[in-house]
């Protein structure tokens, strides 16, 4: 049995300009760039016409750090629906990158209070973040085929995408004989989590998985 589901993630960076808003209109319909927009960098143009992407398509704000003002600025006030950057051909941004979650106040107004309720894993428990990436989740693919596909084999997971620093231990969890469609029955959350050194998560799974 293969299973992707859902987790919480957190995203932190540091840099020397902040991208305040970056998204390629993947599901929007394309739209004519607004006037007095900056014209787009030699550089932006290339990349995008070598990745096949109109021009129109891309949002972006360049804020610099320590004063005021906008450095450049295109398509700012087009409501964007984010897409993959990757799938659109950027492959490598270059230098850092300033996430700032700064705009709500406070921040995060969840700390401190009640749980909704018993299932803080689900998509609509996403806290309100300014910073909303991905929904505030990634995935987490679980599995009991072995190699070449064939099951039962060892319990196997993985963070999706993956992220330096984080490792999935699943080798506390034992084979069942539930249907797959059973498969939380036997699942213990919330799993056990350690820092073995600095700079390395481990999560360790518990519970039973399917082995069908």
Same mark, same amino acid.
């Given at each position: 049995?293969?299973?992707?589901?859902?987790?919480?993630?957190?995203?932190? &960076?540091?840099?020397?300009?902040?991208?305040?808003?970056?998204? #390629?209109?993947?599901?929007?319909?394309?739209?004519?760039?607004?006037?007095?927009?900056?014209?787009?960098?030699?550089? #932006?143009?290339?990349?995008?016409?070598?990745?096949?992407?109109? *021009?129109?398509?891309?949002?972006?704000? #360049?804020?610099?750090?320590?004063?005021? &003002?906008?450095?450049?600025?295109?398509?700012?006030?087009?409501?964007?629906?984010?897409?993959?950057?990757?799938?659109?051909?950027?492959?490598?941004?270059?230098?850092?990158?300033?996430?700032?979650? &700064?705009?709500?106040?406070?921040?995060?107004?969840?700390?401190?209070?009640?749980?909704? /309720?018993?299932?803080? *894993?689900?998509?609509?428990?996403?806290?309100? /973040?300014?910073?909303?990436?991905?929904?505030?989740?990634?995935?987490?693919?679980?599995?009991? *085929?072995?190699?070449?596909?064939?099951?039962?084999?060892?319990?196997?997971?993985?963070?999706?995408?993956?992220?330096?620093?984080?490792?999935? /231990?699943?080798?506390?969890?034992?084979?069942?004989?539930?249907?797959?469609?059973?498969?939380?029955?036997?699942?213990?959350?919330?799993?056990? #989590?350690?820092?073995?050194?600095? &700079?390395?998560?481990?999560?360790?799974?518990?519970?039973?998985?399917?082995?069908?």
């Amino acid at each position: 049995m293969n299973l992707s589901r859902l987790t919480s993630r957190t995203t932190r &960076g540091g840099a020397r300009w902040l991208i305040g808003a970056l998204a #390629v209109a993947g599901l929007c319909a394309p739209a004519a760039a607004q006037r007095g927009e900056s014209p787009l960098p030699p550089a #932006v143009a290339e990349a995008l016409a070598k990745a096949q992407v109109p *021009e129109d398509a891309l949002a972006a704000v #360049v804020l610099p750090l320590g004063r005021w &003002g906008t450095a450049w600025q295109r398509q700012a006030q087009r409501p964007m629906q984010p897409g993959s950057r990757q799938v659109h051909g950027i492959r490598e941004i270059a230098g850092d990158i300033v996430l700032d979650r &700064g705009l709500f106040r406070p921040l995060r107004p969840e700390l401190g209070v009640p749980p909704f /309720d018993e299932q803080p *894993e689900f998509p609509y428990n996403v806290i309100p /973040d300014a910073l909303q990436l991905n929904g505030g989740l990634m995935g987490l693919e679980i599995s009991s *085929e072995g190699l070449n596909g064939q099951a039962p084999g060892p319990i196997t997971a993985r963070t999706l995408p993956p992220l330096p620093g984080l490792v999935i /231990d699943a080798s506390a969890m034992r084979l069942t004989e539930r249907a797959c469609k059973d498969w939380d029955d036997d699942w213990i959350s919330p799993p056990q #989590v350690s820092e073995p050194e600095p &700079g390395t998560l481990r999560v360790a799974l518990q519970g039973g998985f399917p082995k069908g």
